[in-house]
């Protein structure tokens, strides 16, 4: 019976993360909408006050994980290139992060000194943390498991690219 248990919960972790997931992005979808860097039918509301396209956008997205499977040998390999994929996008969200604060510290000093909430290590901790994410792209270029997933993301970066191009 324990591991029925187990599967219980796990199953019911695994629907609350979807169904958060499904939430905040179509909450953020409708919210890019309406600051217009998103497409515009993205942000309509129902007359319910439900962000029904970007709720559908959301969850065609994730039922679009389906194909991973089926195009993959296992649900592991799935779950690892999405995973890799995620990882190499925080890793990138946050390299942008510090290197604007690396670019704020150089243009603006003035303010850096006059700020009451400063970075402790300010500019060390940043090449710091910047060596550190670029020894983790190297980890996960060298597993191969994981190396599927960061070769596909210039393709991902690419896309965005010309969706921005597009977009202006």
């Known amino acids: 019976i324990a591991a029925h248990i187990i599967n219980f919960v796990v199953i019911t972790s695994a629907t609350s993360s979807a169904n958060s997931g499904i939430f905040s992005t179509s909450r953020m979808a409708f919210g890019l909408a309406r600051e217009r860097s998103a497409p515009q039918f993205l942000g309509k509301i129902s007359k ?17 994980s389906i194909v991973l499977l089926y ?13 890799t994929m995620a990882a190499v996008l925080v890793i990138f969200v946050w390299a942008m992060i510090l290197i604007s604060y690396l670019c704020y510290r150089r243009k603006r ?3 850096h000194t006059q700020s009451v909430y400063r970075m ?3 500019v060390v901790m940043c090449w710091v943390v910047l060596a550190f994410f670029a020894f983790s792209v190297c980890i996960l270029a060298t597993a191969e498991d994981t190396r599927a ?3 596909l993301m210039p393709i991902w970066f690419g896309g965005l690219a ?4 597009v977009k202006n």
């Open 120 to 122: 402790p290590g300010g």
């Open 162 to 165: 010309i969706g921005w191009f």
């Open 149 to 151: 997933g960061l070769m």
């Open 48 to 64: 319910n006050g439900v962000p029904r396209n970007a709720l559908f956008l959301s969850a065609v997205m994730m039922l679009s």
């Open 71 to 83: 195009a993959g040998d296992s649900i592991i390999g799935a779950f690892t290139l999405v995973t």
């Open 109 to 111: 000093p003035q303010l």
